[in-house]
C-alpha cells in the first residue's frame, strides 16, 4: 500500500476532513484518511485501482484542491 500527504489549504476545520474523508474513502483502493486542519494536510493510504491522479481529481471535484 501507498502512502502520499497532500497540501490543502481549503482545509479549515473538522468538518472539512470529514468530508474530504468520506469522498476518498469511496474510491476503490483508498484505505486510511487523516486529515489535519492545523497542517492542513490529508494523509492518504491506497494501492490500485486508486493512484495519485484519481485522489487529486476528487479533492478537486468536492473543491479542496490539493497544492
Given at each position: ?16 476532513v ?50
Open positions: 500500500m501507498s502512502g502520499i500527504v497532500f497540501k490543502v489549504p481549503k482545509i479549515s476545520c473538522g468538518h472539512c470529514m468530508t474530504i474523508t468520506n469522498e476518498l474513502k469511496e474510491v476503490p483502493g483508498v484505505g486510511k484518511v487523516e486529515g489535519n486542519p492545523a497542517s492542513k494536510t490529508v494523509n492518504v493510504e491506497f494501492e490500485a485501482p486508486a493512484t495519485e491522479e484519481k485522489l487529486r481529481a476528487v479533492l478537486k471535484e468536492i473543491n479542496f484542491p490539493a497544492e
